[in-house]
């Protein structure tokens, strides 16, 4: 063949051809030039090859040159991504041969098409193969030619196992293969596992081609379904788009009391419900209705419903679409609970939690709460506490304090209106609100109305029991801006008086009694500042012989200089430590100081004095009293028969046994001991001599009017005659004048004290610095 003809054949060839040397495009033609999107020749030729050659390609088409060693070798073909001149990319099959030296021809043929075909086959291939159904081919006789993964995985049977065999014989039921269309059978697998599988045959080619899915665990999820919504405690109802009720668990008509055939297909507007107020909800208004007309859900609503034997039932209530996803299907699903229980134990909760278990009468919580209602109107409020109630409690025991608690309230709420409210606040504090009863007069007649019901006998244990109470009363205006705490705090304070009164009466409250009360609390904690700060201080009063007239020895009295009242009144300060703790804080306190200043008056002036200390009852009662005596003695070396310890008559009466386990042990330590105050209590000679007492105190009631009344003198004559004849030294308080001495001397009184005699002062004024 000519050359002419050859190049012409080469021009026109389909595959693009190109020729380059030393990596230069000298020639390309009309195909290579429609290849590279290139006008002409002048945009190719004069380029590196390498230019059309994708970067990816580039190492893959240069390394096959590289082979080519002699003039005339042809490469293997080489699949390479070639580029545009416009920057698109596109797949070719080349072919290179060596023209000699460094010169080379490539031959392109687009594989485009070709690859795409592939890519295609390829993707069908990894459909079947990765396809969650059962694809299986067969030939018109039901022969498998086709098992893809899933049919393996779904039957158990590999491909290899399955081309050749009948498809009926591995899915373990005949199959209709002519039948087409849709159906549901049950198949088995290889180890006889049942299976519920959804079937479509279809016809190709030669055979047919089977669609089988697997629905086992959709069916198995269904049923699972059914039984869990068959065991639920909730019922669940489901209303068509009619409104008719067309599922129901057996909760539900348990719930509601009927069968299952007396509920599906009725509207569910005949279901009775109720508002929690107790208002009846209409048809069109129910829940569900409502749901279904709006699409919006009603998420744990309570509501009454009444079941068709006439019984009310708490439910709590949701109601929403079934198919949320869409709406316009209109069915609704509603899930209810019996709450019936649970708010009747709510209920009962709720009661406790504002009432007092013992009584059942309303406690703290509610009784402040009907205080702080808005709007309350007039109001009287009584505060009640018993008189003398811990004597039951601690001589009976609380179980028999408890039962006498029950009667009290029974007996109030007797005694109250129907709409007045009795509580117990606590311990043995009761109160009584009352809107019906406001006027003074009216306030006085209730509060004494209730004390005659509690002054009652109360028959416990064989015994007739005697109470009485101590009443504060608090009057509240309609325009009273008083908290109910404020409130009750009053009556508090109110009832209080009536117990510093003489308790058995009422007390009306007024400002003037809150803020002495006010006084008296910050006067308390002044007080216990006071014990740390150095405020308090021992007065000491000279005792004098009447027959000597000399100072034989001293009473150590409490003062307290208040840095901003400057000198309180014992009067008032000690009763607040005497209620309090206070008092045996300050009784070993002074008791210490006192010694100490008595013992170093006796060593460094010669002094042969006694010192005198007042005990209180609560002293008597501290189990710490006796060694706190004997560390003072110890710690001062003041000698115990210089030191004597005063007990008023009262508190040595008030529990005479308790009082002499306590006097014998304080004697045993070697101090003296008197009874103070006597003549205000109801001891006798024999008492006297029981207790083991060195001296008498006769009361300064007795000493003020013997100067002028014939009784006093006889009854100080027989008190120190008395106190004589068991061996009792005598002294009298609250001489003020020489005539009450002169008078006492000629009775045979020992000792004495008073104003007349000296004053109560500090150390340094009475023993000089």
Known sequence: MQAGSLAALVELSPDAICVHEHGVLTYANRAALETFAARSAAEVVGRRFTDFVAEDSRAAVVGKLALLTEPGQASEPVEALMSRLDGSKFAVETVSVHLGGDAYQVVMRDITAKKAAADALRYQAALVSHVSDALIATTGEGV?????????????????????????????????????????????????????????????????????????????????????????????????????????????????????????????HTLVLFTEAGHWIPPDETPSVQTRRTGVSHNGLVVRLRRPDGRDVWVS??????????????????????????RAISARLAHDATHDPLTRLANRTLVLDRLDGTGRGALTVLFLDLDKFKVINDSLGHSVGDQVLRIVGERLRRCSGRDDLVGRLGGDEFVVVTGEVTEPAEVRALAEHLRAALAEPIGVLGRQLHLDASIGVVLVGSADRRSAEDLLRDADVAMYQAKTLGRGRHHFFDVGLRERMQRRLRMEQDLRDAVHDGQLWPAYQPVVDLKTGDMVAVEALLRWTHPRHGAISPVEFIPLAEESDLINVIGKEMLRAT????????????????????????????????????????????????????????ALMRDQEAAAEVLASLR??????????????????????????????????????????????????????????????????????????????????????????????????????
């Open 144 to 268: 498998v030619t086709s098992w893809n993964p899933a049919a393996e995985a779904v039957y158990g049977w590999t491909a290899a196992e399955a081309v050749g065999r009948r498809a009926s014989e591995l899915v373990g039921a005949p199959l209709d293969l002519c039948g087409g269309g849709v159906t549901e059978a049950l198949h088995r697998r290889r180890d006889g596992a049942p299976l519920t599988v959804r079937v479509s045959a279809a016809e190709m080619n030669d055979g047919y081609v089977l669609v089988c899915a697997d629905e086992t665990a959709r069916r198995r999820a269904e049923q699972n379904y059914r039984t869990v919504v068959a065991s639920l405690d909730e019922g669940v109802l489901v209303m068509g788009p009619g409104g008719l009720i067309e599922a129901a668990n057996p909760a539900a008509c348990r719930i509601i009391g009927v069968t299952e055939a007396e509920l599906v297909g009725v509207p569910c």
């Open 595 to 650: 010694t100490r200043e008595l013992a170093a008056r006796r060593r460094d002036q010669g002094l042969d004095l006694t010192l005198k200390v007042n005990l209180s009852t609560r002293q008597l009662d501290d189990p710490h009293l006796v060694p706190a005596v004997q560390d003072a003695l110890a710690n001062t070396g003041l000698p115990a028969g210089a030191l004597c310890l005063e007990v008023t008559e009262s």
């Open 668 to 769: 045993s330590l070697g101090v003296l001991l008197a009874i103070d105050d006597f003549g205000t209590g109801y001891s006798s000679l024999a008492q006297l001599r029981r207790l083991t007492l060195d001296t008498l105190k006769i009361d300064r009631s007795f000493i003020t009017g013997i100067a002028e009344s014939r009784d006093a003198a006889a009854i100080v004559t027989s008190i120190i005659a008395m106190a004589h004849a068991v061996d009792l030294t005598v002294i009298a308080e609250g001489v003020e004048t020489a005539e009450q001495v002169d008078l006492l001397r000629s009775l045979g009184c020992d000792q004495a004290q008073g104003y007349h005699l000296g004053r109560p002062v500090a150390a340094a004024e009475l023993f000089g610095q």
């Open 317 to 342: 209530l949701t109601s929403r679409l079934l198919n949320p996803d869409d709406p316009a299907a209109l069915a609704v699903v509603t899930s209810f609970t019996d709450i019936t229980e649970t």
